[in-house]
């Protein structure tokens, strides 16, 4: 179950209430400081996550990380349009149709005409790409144990709370 976004009371709200600097003075100037800078961290963590998330599924199933988000992403919203997954998943659309292309060529994924817009199109898993889905999510799934090894369980809830509140920021952007 997902928790609902929850906003903290006014006078705690970043970046005012913050308690670690974003940056640190080099020769007088401030610089970005690494260890406080939060989009460093998440682009560190998405670089590293998606390199190796990549690797190994193109080289255990012949689809890369984009293609998993996707393919995951129908499993549990079946005839969905790339600009659907684009907006919900904050993907880049052009990104999302490659990767639609690519699961049908490779015989894991249909797409059908949207009635009164033939332009746009459904797409959904076949049950060839419903399994590869199921072999992929287990994998996934253990990739995410091992990343969150040794979270405190309540640490990780605020973690993902927080996240979900940046979430909603960047979609304001």
Same mark, same amino acid.
């Given at each position: 179950?997902?928790?609902? %976004?929850?906003?903290?009371?006014?006078?705690?709200?970043?970046?005012?209430?913050?308690?670690?600097?974003?940056?640190?003075?080099?020769?007088?100037?401030?610089v970005v400081n690494e260890d406080t800078?939060?989009?460093?961290?998440? +682009?560190?963590?998405?670089?590293?996550?998606?390199? *190796?998330? *990549?690797?190994?599924?193109?080289?255990?199933?012949?689809?890369?990380v984009t293609e998993w988000r996707v393919?995951?992403?129908?499993? *549990?919203?079946?005839?969905?349009?790339?600009? &659907?997954i684009s907006e919900l998943q904050l993907?880049?659309?052009?990104? %999302? +149709?490659?990767?639609?292309?690519?699961?049908?060529?490779?015989?894991?994924?249909?797409?059908?005409?949207?009635?009164?817009?033939?332009?746009? &199109?459904? %797409?959904?898993?076949?049950?060839?790409?419903?399994?590869?889905?199921?072999?992929?999510?287990?994998?996934?799934?253990?990739?995410?144990?091992?990343?969150?090894?040794? %979270?405190?369980?309540?640490?990780?809830? /605020?973690?993902?709370? /927080?996240? &979900?509140?940046?979430?909603?920021?960047?979609?304001?952007?």
């Amino acid at each position: 179950m997902t928790e609902p %976004v929850r906003k903290p009371a006014e006078d705690a709200l970043c970046p005012e209430g913050r308690l670690s600097d974003p940056t640190r003075p080099v020769d007088g100037r401030p610089v970005v400081n690494e260890d406080t800078y939060v989009p460093h961290f998440l +682009s560190a963590v998405n670089a590293a996550l998606t390199s *190796s998330a *990549s690797a190994l599924y193109l080289k255990e199933f012949g689809i890369g990380v984009t293609e998993w988000r996707v393919m995951s992403w129908l499993a *549990s919203t079946p005839g969905t349009s790339a600009a &659907r997954i684009s907006e919900l998943q904050l993907m880049d659309k052009a990104a %999302v +149709s490659r990767a639609l292309k690519q699961l049908e060529a490779q015989g894991l994924a249909t797409a059908e005409p949207t009635p009164g817009d033939g332009r746009k &199109r459904k %797409v959904a898993l076949n049950q060839r790409g419903l399994e590869m889905h199921d072999n992929i999510l287990q994998v996934a799934l253990k990739r995410e144990r091992d990343l969150i090894a040794g %979270v405190d369980p309540e640490d990780l809830e /605020v973690f993902l709370r /927080v996240m &979900r509140i940046m979430r909603e920021n960047v979609r304001a952007f």
